[in-house]
């Protein structure tokens, strides 16, 4: 074996061990990962049973109609607890590299963002649980925990980063993270943007009896909220002219989602070089005393010395 070849295969095996030893690192791996399969797959399930257009749908869209809604409320449940999990260990490792009294400003700010992350979780658990179609008001409030304390818990998260740099990360992750987040706020904007005005023409339009004369108001509200079926989507595109703001839209959404993805697989490897003991204190064998032994130990008073 020469020389390059010693030294190919010493890089091979470095990087190997890296990526093989993930500590930690694996919840962001798996909030990712199983992030992308519940979309991907409530999706696929939704447009093969012709419940949404196989074009650009919204994400609540493919998790609405059962069976996809089943897999998409258990799977996105199971992501916002690796979700709440990510957040802790993020707000832990914080916390441990920096006690310095001029850190206090940098422990408040992580703090504050620790409870946006799981507010984060807590958003993504209700989209989970109520669906579009049944409870439209929580449904959307849940949407908005998510991806709006999502972008400012982001922010948080890259100002912190670049107050740590160049101690425990570099600033080509700094720049990443906020690159990142600039992304994620033009397609949050963006989505807004489109989705307000396409609501307000559907509005319009059925104002001026451009639907079919059966469509009610219910109906009306299905169309601005929830399209139920891709034939249906045509008919009201038809009528009000709106396939080009309902594809800004949804698509604007479905990047915003891919930009949260990549934003916590930024934590990988600071995570890899972190791992984390529960430590369980033993007092006293309580459960094997006698219940009047016990009695008179739990009255003890403790008298300072």
């Known amino acids: ?3 390059m070849e010693e030294v190919q295969m010493g890089c091979c095996g470095w990087l190997w061990n890296s990526w093989l030893c993930l500590g930690l690192g694996i919840l962001p791996i798996s909030v990712g ?8 797959i409530s999706y696929s399930i939704a447009v093969v049973l012709k419940h949404v257009a196989a074009g650009f749908p919204y994400i609540s869209d493919t998790g609405t109609e059962p069976p996809e809604s089943c897999i998409f409320g258990q799977l996105l ?36 963002s620790a409870w946006l992350g799981m507010f984060i979780a807590l958003g993504m658990s209700l989209v989970a ?72 023409q559907i509005l319009v339009s059925f104002l001026r009896k451009d639907f079919p004369r059966k469509t009610n108001l219910a109906q009306l ?49 600071e995570f890899q070089k972190i791992t ?10 309580v459960l094997s005393l006698p219940c009047d032994l016990e009695r008179s130990i739990g009255s003890e008073e403790v008298i300072p010395t």
């Open 33 to 40: 990962i199983l992030t992308a399969a519940t979309f991907a």
């Open 1 to 3: 074996m020469n020389y």
């Open 221 to 269: 509200c299905d169309i601005i909220f929830y399209y139920p079926t891709a034939i249906f989507l045509v008919k009201c595109f038809a009528c009000v002219q709106g396939f080009v703001p309902h594809v800004v839209s949804t698509a604007a959404e479905w990047g915003m989602s891919i930009c949260f993805i990549l934003f916590f697989f930024t934590y990988i490897r």
């Open 77 to 112: 449940n199971i992501t916002a607890m690796l979700v709440a999990a990510t957040v802790y260990v993020r707000y832990k490792q914080v916390l441990e590299y920096n006690h310095r009294p001029e850190d206090s400003g940098l422990l408040l700010l992580n703090k504050f």
């Open 129 to 200: 649980n109520f669906q579009e179609s049944s409870v439209i008001i929580v449904h959307v409030v849940g949407a908005f925990m998510c991806f709006g304390c999502g972008i400012i818990y982001g922010f948080l998260q890259t100002a912190m980063s670049y107050k740590m740099y160049p101690h425990q990360n570099s600033l080509a992750v700094c720049r990443v993270r906020l690159i990142i987040l600039v992304f994620a706020t033009l397609c949050f904007i963006t989505s807004i943007l489109h989705k307000v005005p396409l609501s307000l």
């Open 276 to 285: 984390m003991e529960a430590q369980i204190r033993l007092f006293t064998d």
